[in-house]
DNA sequence: TTAAGATAGTCTCATTTGCAACCATCTAAA
DNA sequence: TTTAGATGGTTGCAAATGAGACTATCTTAA
């Protein structure tokens, strides 16, 4: 007789725990800032990334549904936090960025965030961080989450 | 100046990833079965344990608020999948079980389902496999995501 | 016994989000 | 060219879900 431990099950792990730890960071970037799951996507594309970038490109890298995005890109511009410009070479698409404000927002708000994900992997050693995020890897580049080589070149179009 | 590169963020890349492996998994219970996220764990929490148990103890240990355990509850038992007696002993809460049906369909789907869960965890070895759980564990602990011998004893009561 | 507070479950409401239709624009092939 | 299909982005709609009010019931203490 099959039986299945929920406790034990990967997936339903995974779940609950991506739950609680958006939870935990929420309380950053929700309460302090007003800003949800997808905007707060939005904002970290665009931080990172020191050019310009489409809707769709963030899209496909955060792997959240466009018209999330599009949303998320409505309500930050009305925030002034990020600014779009016409893309002379392709006028369907804008091209994204943060505005001064976004980009003081961003600077205030990655700090606190990576201290609680510090806090949140403490529990683990220096190695026992480094094996787990060498395993995740490994679990998303199956699932192709992340980039091979080849897929790089293809998300340079985007 | 702070940068945080979003496919290194932990936080980022577990919800990605449960998302992933939900939509994975839900092929197998939605599709097949019609059976969403929370039906799928009343039905899972239910198959688990021999003993009959209330809407509130699914809802505590599957971390699922409890109106939307009460909506898997009133669909499944239109489905006659599970089914409620009354609790004599406190009158504001039913004893739940799985139906005849229920079983049936509880014994089609787990093996089901862990075949998914090796098939994603295939890229692992078997040692990592075992790593990753355990580093999963301890960060579970460190939330308290998981019953300590102490939470367990308290968790017997719902 | 009574009253205050806790708890189980349901229901209504508001929010979020995915889907899909839609428009504008681009690309490629006839 | 012209036309068919692909793509970027927006929006209306419907489904899912959490918050919280509400009823019924239980518990505890005055």
Redesign the pocket.
């Known amino acids: 007789m099959a039986k299945l431990d929920l406790f034990k099950f990967v997936p339903f792990r995974l779940n609950r725990l991506a739950?609680e730890v958006s939870a935990a960071l929420s309380s950053e970037y929700q309460a302090r800032y007003g800003l949800?799951?997808?905007e707060w996507r939005v904002i970290a594309t665009l931080g990172f990334r020191n050019d310009a970038c489409?809707?769709?490109?963030?899209?496909h890298c955060t792997r959240?549904?466009?018209?999330?995005?599009?949303?998320?890109?409505?309500a930050l511009m009305t925030r002034d936090l990020i600014e779009?410009v016409e893309?002379?070479?392709?006028?369907?698409?804008?091209?994204?960025r943060l505005t001064q404000r976004g980009h003081a927002l961003y600077e205030e708000l990655i700090p606190r965030l990576l201290r609680k994900e510090r806090e949140i992997l403490s529990c683990l050693s220096a190695q026992e961080r480094k094996d787990f995020a060498g395993l995740l890897g490994k679990i998303e580049a199956s699932l192709e989450l992340v980039q091979t080589s080849k897929a790089a070149s293809e998300t340079e179009?985007?």
């Open positions: 739950a949800d799951i997808p489409s809707a769709q490109y963030i899209a959240t549904h466009k018209s999330t995005i599009s949303r998320a890109v409505t779009r893309n002379a070479s392709d006028r369907r698409e804008f091209r994204l179009a985007y």
